[in-house]
């Protein structure tokens, strides 16, 4: 088991990552917890038939509740926020409550914000059972979707404590697989050039990657976020450098419907585009085409998704976090492991967006 502390402005907190790290859930709860009256565990329906027992044998709890909410980005809504509300005063939750969040990121998400704004705020642990939750369990982003945009509710809310235990992510479908090691990748083009250059050379599929590559691809990933967040709790600066590819991948979900496409397939498009916008502005030197071969190897789409309209797209990002007055703001490289964020005018975003929809990858 590998410790590795997060500091975000005065929280500091452990992230466990390891196989079986739940083992030590109880004994956490028993230290840092002790005056507890009850725990409420929100998971969804994939993750909770399949683990929720294994949990509940974990946290040995009398007061204990389960909410169960649907998967994926179906999760993220005012409706089932609102609902994991009122089950958590139904069930007389308290401020010495805690929450525990059981799942990918998209229940860290709802289950956080829930904690978040329940009572003002009660304590809670990210459980993560995804890759892709490597990045969402750490850092203390909690929110639900709204049609008009991603991610727009929420809050800045640290956990208490996440409980990485990777013995969940051997369930996990090839989709979420991909989906999540597209944070991955993303942390390795935004934090130095060894890292990329290792899993460019180390993982040639996605289907076979070994206990000790994981552990190391999640830790570094881990570590990446750690140093950004320990610099910039809330975004005022470089932590908007972890929204690489997120701009347009975002967009898309939008314009897709959440779910339609995963969150990860959607950021790896937004990467190579990102990609190409860092050539174009910034001179970035970076063979795109070995990168997008690499990528369609490990079985990600390359291009954009067929029948999205760019004017739309762009409605989408204007709409982005990042943006202001409506001026859309890239986050770009000036070479591997230098972000940079850029406003981009809407013309060269709209041109970029027709040379990308008609690209090819031989043509990179």
Request: hydrophobic share 40%; charged share 20%.
């Amino acid at each position: 088991m590998e410790t590795i502390p997060i500091k975000a402005g005065d929280d500091v907190y452990p992230v466990y990552i390891g196989y079986s790290v739940t083992n030590h859930l109880r004994s956490f709860l028993e230290t840092e917890f002790p005056n507890r009256t009850s725990i409420l565990i929100i998971t969804d329906e994939t993750v909770g038939s399949l683990y929720l027992e294994k949990l509940i044998d974990a946290v040995s709890e009398q007061n204990l509740h389960v909410k169960i909410v649907p998967a994926g980005e179906k999760a993220k809504t005012f409706e089932v926020y609102y609902d994991c509300l009122s089950f958590a005063l139904e069930k007389k939750l308290d401020r010495k409550s805690l929450i525990l969040s059981f799942g990918g990121g998209a229940v860290g998400d709802l289950a956080g914000f829930v904690a978040a704004s329940f009572m003002r705020g009660i304590p809670f642990i990210q459980i993560p059972t995804t890759i892709l939750a490597h990045d969402s369990a750490v850092g203390g982003k909690v929110a639900i979707n709204h049609p008009l945009g991603k991610n727009m509710i929420g809050a800045f809310y640290q956990p208490k404590a996440v409980f990485y235990d990777l013995s969940y992510l051997v369930s996990l479908p090839n989709s979420e697989v991909r989906s999540g090691f597209a944070e991955v990748i993303k942390h390795a083009l935004i934090s130095d050039e060894e890292f990329y250059q290792w899993i460019l050379g180390e993982i040639k599929s996605l289907d076979n990657i070994t206990p000790s590559q994981l552990i190391n691809l999640l830790t570094s990933g881990i570590r990446v976020k750690a140093g950004i967040v320990e610099q910039d709790e809330k975004e005022s600066g470089v932590r908007a450098y972890l929204n690489f590819g997120h701009t347009l991948g975002h967009a898309i979900e939008a314009e897709m419907g959440y779910g339609s496409i995963t969150h990860g397939e959607a950021v790896t498009i937004g990467m190579i585009f990102a990609l190409q916008l860092s050539s174009n502005v910034n001179g970035l030197k970076l063979p795109r085409y070995e990168f997008v071969q690499w990528l369609t190897q490990l079985g990600y789409k390359t291009e954009l998704p067929e029948g999205l309209s760019i004017e739309r797209l762009l409605g989408r990002m204007k709409q982005d976090k990042k943006s202001y007055g409506e001026k859309v703001r890239f986050v770009l490289l000036e070479n591997l492991g230098q972000p940079t964020v850029q406003e981009i005018s809407d013309e060269l975003i709209l041109e970029n967006l027709a040379v990308f929809k008609n690209r090819r990858a031989t043509s990179d």
